[in-house]
């Protein structure tokens, strides 16, 4: 009995032996998997986490660029709800009206590496050739490029016959000596057109005057801005 339970004892030593070296390698291939596993995110870490910037910037930026559209359509859908209401009211012959156009820079930003690029601003107005309003436009704005305000008008009455502008003036009201003209474009309509100035940042508002006894521009839609590198006129 007792060579019995020598030889079981010295079987269970080598059982105990076995499953401690068995778990000591287990463990210890564990260790250099984990090992080789973190050394691994370590070294990529910087790398996923620019990946991860860059696809939260991107996403930032279409969230805003979606908000600012939204923003725009809704200003769009209330000015044509303005002037719908204008109309069922019956309004007519203003001679006055402020802010007629609000401008803030370009609406689709400004290209690589032209952000200080020098513009002509053209800003098409209700008024049509074939008309007899007689108009006063005056804007005020800031250049940033120029760090200095802006201030022009525009004057004029136009015939019907022959369709040109008459007693007409376009100049800067300060001494920064911004060129500024106007001109029917081939759509009949009157263009007010100032420049060249640094295109980045420029804000602007317009307000109209009329001077006429007659016909008068009724509803003050129909309004834009467009940037060209050179004086041409809107064709």
């Known amino acids: 009995m007792t060579d019995e339970v020598t030889e079981l004892r010295k079987d269970l030593d080598s059982l105990s032996y076995d499953y401690k070296s068995d778990r000591k390698a287990v463990v210890l291939s564990f260790s250099v998997f984990a090992a080789a596993s973190l050394a691994f995110f370590g070294f990529t870490y910087s790398k ?8 939260l910037d991107a996403a930032a930026k279409q969230r805003v660029e979606a908000a600012i559209k939204a923003i725009e359509e809704k200003n769009i859908e209330a000015e044509e709800i303005l002037i719908k209401i204008r109309k069922e009211f019956g309004e007519k012959g203003v001679t006055r009206r402020r802010s007629v156009l609000t401008f803030t820079h370009p609406k689709n930003g400004y290209a690589a590496g032209e952000e200080w690029e020098k513009r002509y601003y053209h800003i098409k107005t209700p008024v049509k050739k074939n008309s007899t309003d007689m108009w006063r436009y005056d804007l005020k704005g800031y250049s940033y490029g120029l760090s200095k305000p802006i201030s022009l008008t525009w004057v004029g009455y136009t015939f019907s016959e022959p ?26 309509f009157l263009y007010l057109r ?19 006894t007659g016909e008068m521009i009724e509803y003050h839609d129909g309004y834009d801005v467009i940037l060209t590198e050179n004086s041409i006129e809107i064709k």
């Open 48 to 55: 996923l986490g620019s990946i991860v910037d860059k696809e």
């Open 163 to 188: 369709p040109d502008i008459r007693n007409a003036y376009a100049g800067d009201n300060t001494d920064h000596g911004i060129p500024a003209s106007q001109y029917f474009g081939r759509d009949d």
């Open 194 to 212: 100032f420049g060249p100035i640094p295109q980045y940042y420029n804000s602007f508002v317009l307000d109209y005057q009329s001077g006429s």
